[in-house]
């Protein structure tokens, strides 16, 4: 009687014999290089990538989007692709990090009784388009089920929602409760008070926990922002033609 134990090798043998190809995972590649490689073989521009600098990530093949994917897996980013589906621009935000759940303190603005709960799938809003700019209509949902519809900029060079501090109190968000910290902006850098909204409503779909700061609101000159702190969970895009802007789960 033979025992089984030999047959595995057997079998790796046999296939070698055949000529059958042993699959072995991709090496792991400089995250900067292979990036800018893909940049200038699809023409495409690529905003952060100093953020990614002396990491390693795999290209693991397949179409420009998948192997972007791979390569910036262990990154906060967007890739903005055109209609078509070819890759427009990619903006790597951050590296990843652990999450942990926010405190539940009154001001901080963490989920409440009304927090969106999320069917998947993507999100399609209607754009409006002003100049070279692209705005989307919400809904911000503050404390205590409180909320406000705002008009806001779709702003990639935004690290966060930006919103007028006089919407404070309108959402019932605590100011004593905000962090001061200096953001950055696609205007440049300034100062700003951290806080959570509960959720950002795009119609009947709606975001969690969405990070916004507020500025004053002579600074901003009476526009709100839709920035990273929304728009890195998602892979976006924004068609001209039909005037809209889908966000895709990543």
């Not at 699959?23 to 073989?41: T, W």
């Not at 399609?124 to 989307?136: D, F, K, P």
């Not at 519809?149 to 019932?172: C, E, K, M, N, R």
Request: proline fraction near 6%.
């Amino acid at each position: 009687m033979s025992s089984g134990r030999g047959r595995p090798v057997l079998g790796l043998l046999c296939a070698l014999a055949a000529g059958m190809p042993i699959l072995a995972r991709a090496a792991p590649v400089a995250v900067p290089d292979a990036v800018e490689r893909l940049a200038r073989e699809g023409g495409f521009e690529v905003t952060g990538l100093d953020k990614a600098k002396d990491a390693y990530g795999r290209d693991e093949g397949g179409d420009t989007y998948s192997r972007l994917k791979a390569l910036l897996d262990g990154f906060n980013h967007v890739i903005v692709q055109t209609p078509e589906g070819t890759v427009a621009q990619v903006i790597i935000v951050s590296r990843k990090t652990a999450w942990s759940p926010p405190p539940s303190t009154p001001g901080g603005g963490v989920p409440g009784d009304q927090a969106a709960q999320d069917p998947g799938g993507d999100i399609v809003v209607a754009t409006e388009r002003r100049g070279n700019a692209h705005l989307v209509s919400v809904s911000l949902e503050g404390m205590q089920g409180m909320r406000v519809d705002q008009t806001l900029t779709v702003d990639t060079g935004a690290d966060f929602v930006v919103l007028p501090a006089s919407l404070i109190g309108s959402l019932g968000i605590q100011p004593q409760a905000l962090e001061s910290r200096e953001v950055q902006t696609a205007n440049g850098k300034t100062a700003a008070r951290l806080g959570h909204l509960t959720a950002i409503w795009f119609g009947d779909r709606g975001v969690e926990d969405v990070q916004a700061a507020f500025i004053e609101d002579a600074k901003l000159g009476g526009s709100a922002l839709l920035g990273m702190s929304l728009l890195s969970r998602y892979r976006m895009t924004i068609d001209d033609e039909a005037s809209s802007l889908t966000l895709a789960p990543k």
